[in-house]
């Protein structure tokens, strides 16, 4: 069955000549018909495009030249990434109708890599929200349990993964964009290192934060897709020039001896029992491997909520001012400029209006120092407790989330409690920090994701635990009940 | 008692830096192009496209602010200036706000009161906006070109210490001579890449305390500078004279009215909501860059007038002249260092100079054409030399130069070819002027004897006779021979 195999497992069986890309994208594709009527993790499937691509894989691989480390394995791109020709709305109705013009940075990678694109997921509009119920176009469903969010931002990419319309996905991560519906969906995503991963051609929601990072259902999956789209681009000043280094090698490394640094007093703390006992029993198969674990302490991560609620509205009311009607999507058109510039704007769903005016509350002048430079302060402060947990260990370990999914519409009503959805996604984030999310355990029937953090650029380090604990349990086997083996297209 | 007023008046002058490319993409920023054809999703503002700095741009930035003395910041920020207009693609413009790249720096200006030093506070690298074309579409619509969105501009914030429209339009033109000598700018105020408005308040005179401003936009000539300030200056002494109050506003200057009028006031000024740009780190301008561009900083421009003066025997007014646009000093320089060589030491340095200045004001310049920082000559710096050259040894005098240059335009031939292919020499052979001299004495005896008699006016005619016989000698040489062969008669 196609569509529960690996991407690695998918690429070996083309360059063996045992499948075809066009078959595996055929296959995807059907999936996505048969499936996706109940997920809704799809806003646009191009099928005659992932074909072409497909077709062109398999025309190299005849032609003998060397195929790239995912030649001809689909992978589904969240909707704020562009692909020339094909259209990017941020699930949002203020780019109904846009036509990417160009491929982003991680596409042209991507391309280059042999991956085929099949469509373009859904989310919350412009990244914004942790359910992925703000999407101006449509619910995504668990595939875990139909009734309960994916998670957010980035739920369609990670639900499209879960229920098997492909075994790659990209998403977004701001504030724990892929990290939490990871832990939703029971896969492994990684936020890269800011700077790591070009933002070019990623629709911003708040630059200083946004990283783009992959969905897999493995360790190993996600550490080839995350080395194909890292690395400098000079399309992208905030992009950093240091070698990646190889992720896949991290892979199966012993990790005698490395230290694991736990936050003890965060831990209990609004986390559901299921979250806390499936963490506890994840720290005590680290410790069975050889892991050192020593506790250590954030003490200002507790502000990392609130600073996070004001630096990301800040620069999303500032990166979002583009979208005025004047030279790209809908226009209402009024004979006054600024009544059209409002008319416009209001095709804005309700949750993107409340950041934009947040935004631009903490940035008017006489509030810019008590709100917008305390919360800069505040993200150094958290960059200097990371510092000094660093000190004391290699990677810290959290819950990715403090629940398992929760239902639809369950915290739609209440804003702040979605918001503390992001409670141990965030700080990582504000102190600019690579961050994987590995299945841990389920909780009721449902996954739990567990969150390591590294130093700056020491995605390596993450890759090694995460691969070693993957080894030692079988989490990342147990799959989303009545997806795990719908058999749908034709298996080669 | 009526009170005497005294004027405060402070520049910002917007300079485009004269770079092939825009400010953070790769588009072209020539002028008068077809309307959006120099477009790329990072200029339009397109969803996903991210800015990167130009570093000629930066460079030249950095030369202003060096020759201008200021401070140079080595790690500086851009900052976005948040409003909605539709010549805006992304809704803010990147510019900087409170680390700008050099502050502090200072220009000298002349007036008729003597030399003064004013005061510059900041200047900052930022991109502009499109341009709107109101009514060029169907009906009433407004068109935008985003050609110039995104061209790279420097923004020079002087200090309120001018008191005067002259000391104004003198500054004006002193820091445009520097942007255009160090190739920052190209000071066309026509085509824009040159601009300044003007805040201007008055006080009592021996006041301490600035009285209100107000800001003239549009003012896109020095004619107009000046005019415009003037008329400022009399409105506001008018208006505080008659008891009433200067509003705090921004104002333009009509060429059409001639006067300024009120644009909008400050109850409707912006919060532009500046922050610091995410998407660019901040700018660094390490020791190594900032030695190179130093390096690259050319002599300043009163400082390169002074010392023609000095050296190269030039006036004042020549100096003024032939500073008018920095090809043209080249052209001099190179001109003048010429036919100081080719002539061997033969002739001073400032004698060379001043040979070469008198030439090229009276002849070369009519048929000198400017556009930006570039100009066309009719020939090579090294072809006025040799053509002086040729007037120094006597080969043809200063008359026929004149007309050798005219050849020159006409045909791009070198001074010597057309010297011989018209035959344009001077004998300065003496035996063959003598040859001809007593041929010319022999053939006329009637004359000769009139000359004998004591009709000294009668030499005359034997020079004429003898000019035209050599076709062109040199005229001290014919007189000279001439004198002794009617002397041994
Ligand atoms: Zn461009």
């Known amino acids: ?492 | 008692m009526t009170t005497r007023y005294e004027a405060v008046i402070g520049l910002e002058v917007h300079g485009q830096l004269h770079t092939k490319t825009k400010m953070f993409c790769g588009c072209s920023t020539a002028y008068g192009l077809p309307p959006n054809t120099a477009i790329c999703p990072v200029c339009l503002g397109l969803p996903g496209a991210l800015p990167v700095p130009n570093r000629q741009a930066i460079a030249l930035a950095v030369r202003a602010g060096l020759a201008l003395g200021c401070t140079v910041r080595q790690s500086s920020r851009f900052a976005r200036k948040n409003y909605y207009y539709p010549d805006l693609s992304k809704g803010y413009q990147i510019s900087q706000f409170d680390l700008p790249l050099n502050e502090k720096g200072h220009l000298d200006i002349t007036t008729s009161a003597g030399t003064k030093r004013v005061g510059i506070t900041r200047i900052h690298v930022e991109e502009d906006a499109a341009k709107n074309l109101h009514g060029a579409g169907a009906g009433t619509d407004t068109l935008v070109d985003f050609n110039r969105a995104g061209t790279p501009l420097i923004e020079i914030v002087g200090e309120p210490d001018l008191r005067s429209a002259e000391e104004a339009e003198a500054y004006l033109r002193a820091l445009r001579d520097v942007l255009m000598f160090t190739g920052v700018n190209d000071g066309n105020l026509e085509e824009g890449s040159f601009r300044c408005d003007a805040n201007v308040s008055i006080r009592p005179v021996g006041q301490e305390k600035f009285g209100t401003r107000c800001e003239l936009k549009n003012i896109n000539s020095f004619k107009f500078v000046r005019k415009a300030i003037e008329f400022e200056i009399a409105r506001q002494e008018a208006l505080v004279s008659s008891g009433g109050k200067v509003v705090q506003e921004t104002r333009t200057w009509s060429s059409t009215q001639e006067k300024t009028l009120s644009l909008r006031s400050k109850e409707e000024a912006q919060d532009y909501r500046y922050f610091a740009d995410p998407d660019l780190p901040p700018l660094v301008v390490d020791d190594a860059w900032l030695a190179e561009i130093r390096v690259s900083v050319p002599e300043p421009v009163v400082a390169r007038r002074e010392r023609w003066q000095r050296e190269l025997g030039l006036t004042a007014y020549d100096a003024q002249v032939l500073t008018s646009h920095p090809r043209i000093a080249e052209y001099f320089e190179a001109a003048s260092a010429s036919l100081e060589r080719a002539l061997g030491g033969k002739l001073s340095r400032d004698k060379a100079g001043k040979r070469v200045a008198n030439f090229i004001q009276a002849e070369a310049l009519r048929v000198v054409s400017t556009s930006g920082l570039d100009a066309s000559f009719p020939c090579s710096a090294e072809r006025i030399a040799e053509l002086l050259a040729l007037v120094e040894d006597e080969t043809i005098n200063g008359k026929i130069a004149k007309d050798v240059f005219v050849d020159m335009v006409a045909t791009g031939k070198a001074p010597k070819d057309i010297v011989a292919q018209k035959g344009l020499a001077q004998v300065k052979d003496s035996s063959a002027i003598e040859q001809t001299v007593r041929d010319v004495v022999a053939k006329h005896p009637k004359e000769l004897a009139s000359f004998k008699a004591g009709k000294a006016a009668v030499k005359g005619f034997f020079v004429g006779q003898i000019m035209r016989a050599l076709k062109g000698a040199n005229p001290a040489l014919v007189n000279d021979v001439l004198e002794r062969v009617l002397a041994e008669g």
């Open chain 1, 1 to 492: 069955m196609l569509h529960a195999a690996s991407a690695s497992a998918l690429r070996e069986r083309v360059v063996s000549g045992e499948l075809r890309a066009v078959d595996i994208a055929r296959s995807a594709l059907d999936q996505i018909v048969g499936a996706d009527a109940r997920i809704g993790s799809f806003l646009h499937v191009d099928g005659e495009g992932a074909l072409a691509q497909a077709a062109a894989v398999d025309r190299a691989r005849a032609a003998g030249e060397t195929l790239g480390p995912l030649a001809g394995v689909p992978i589904a791109l969240k909707d704020n990434l562009c692909v020339r020709g094909v259209p990017a709305t941020c699930a949002s109705k203020i780019l109904e109708g846009w036509i990417a013009p160009y491929d982003a940075t991680v596409v042209e990678r991507l391309r280059a890599a042999g991956a085929v694109i099949v469509g373009k997921t859904n989310m919350d509009e412009f990244a914004m929200g942790s359910s992925n119920e703000t999407s101006a176009y449509k619910l995504v469903h668990n595939p875990w349990d139909l009734s309960r969010a994916p998670g957010g931002s980035s739920g369609g990419s990670a639900a499209s993964v879960a229920a098997g319309m492909a075994p790659l996905s990209l998403g977004s991560d701001t504030g724990g964009s892929v990290r939490q519906p990871a832990a939703f969906c029971g896969l492994v995503a990684l936020k890269p290192t800011y700077g790591r991963v070009s933002r070019f051609g990623l629709i911003a929601f708040a630059s200083s934060l946004d990283q783009i990072g992959p969905f897999a259902r493995d360790v190993r999956d996600c550490a080839i897709v995350s080395e194909v789209i890292s690395g400098r681009d000079p399309r992208d000043a905030t992009s950093v020039d240091l070698p990646v280094g190889s992720y896949v090698s991290e892979l199966g490394r012993d990790v005698r001896g490395l230290r694991v640094g736990v936050v003890r007093s965060t831990l209990a703390e609004g986390c559901e029992p299921g979250v806390v006992s499936a963490i506890d029993a994840s720290i005590d198969t680290l410790r069975r491997l050889g892991c050192e674990i020593v506790d250590v302490a954030l003490p200002t991560a507790e502000h990392a909520v609130s600073a996070y609620y004001i630096v990301a509205p800040a620069e999303c009311s500032s990166n979002l001012a583009r979208f005025d009607g004047m030279r790209y999507g809908p226009r209402v058109e009024s004979p006054d400029l600024l009544e059209t510039y409002g008319k416009t704007r209001a095709l804005f769903g309700r949750e993107v209006r409340r950041r934009i005016m947040l935004g631009t509350y903490v940035l008017s002048a006489g509030y810019y120092d008590a709100f917008y430079a305390k919360a800069q302060k505040a993200r150094t402060l958290i960059s200097r407790d990371y510092a000094a947990a660093f000190e004391r260990c290699d990677v810290v370990l959290t819950p990715t989330a403090p629940s398992v999914a929760f239902g639809l519409g369950a915290k739609t009503k209440n804003p702040l409690e979605m918001y503390l959805a992001d409670i141990f996604t965030l700080p990582p984030s504000l102190a600019g920090l690579p961050a994987i999310s590995v299945p841990c355990g389920l909780s009721d029937g449902l996954p739990v994701g567990l969150q390591l953090t590294a130093k700056a650029f020491d995605e390596g380090t993450l890759f090694r635990v995460a691969s070693a604990f993957e080894h030692a349990t079988d989490h990342h086997a147990h799959r989303a009940p009545g997806f795990a083996t719908a058999s749908v297209g034709g298996a080669a």
